[in-house]
Nanobody
Framework: QVQLVESGGGLVQAGGSLRVSCAAS????????MGWFRQAPGKEREFVAA????????YYADSVKGRFTISRDNAKNTVYLQMNSLKPEDTAVYYC?????????????????WGQGTQVTVSS
């Protein structure tokens, strides 16, 4: 079993930055596909970013490409999402996911473990 705990969300003005973290326990994330998804009120959960832990593949949604960066810290067994140039439309609950299928990283259904989510609110 893997437990994922997100942190780092909050309120920020448009144009600002936040970094959300996802700390894992239960086993090492080495070899996993890690993903970040978000869900805004009244909308479906959508893909944001994903990476293969080895670093051989990094993927972004078009809406965040060039603004968001996914990264990892092996020693801390933690994955991060650095969010820059934030926009009001980035407001959502951000979820970390683990153990995704490398052939389906953008599909939330391919992930086996999920965190509880952290709220990110961007004011205009």
């Amino acid at each position: 079993q893997v437990q994922l705990v997100e942190s780092g969300g909050g309120l920020v003005q448009a144009g600002g930055s936040l970094r959300v973290s996802c700390a894992a326990s239960g086993r090492t994330l080495s070899g996993f596909v890690m993903g970040w998804f978000r869900q805004a009120p009244g909308k479906e959960r959508e893909f944001v970013a994903a990476m293969i832990w080895s670093g051989t593949g990094i993927y972004y949604a078009d809406s965040v490409k060039g603004r968001f960066t996914i990264s990892r810290d092996n020693a801390k067994n933690t994955v991060y999402l650095q969010m820059n140039s934030l926009k009001p439309e980035d407001t959502a609950v951000y979820y970390c996911a683990a153990n995704g299928l490398p052939t389906s990283v953008r599909n939330s259904g391919s992930y086996g473990y999920w965190g509880q989510g952290t709220q990110v609110t961007v004011s205009s």
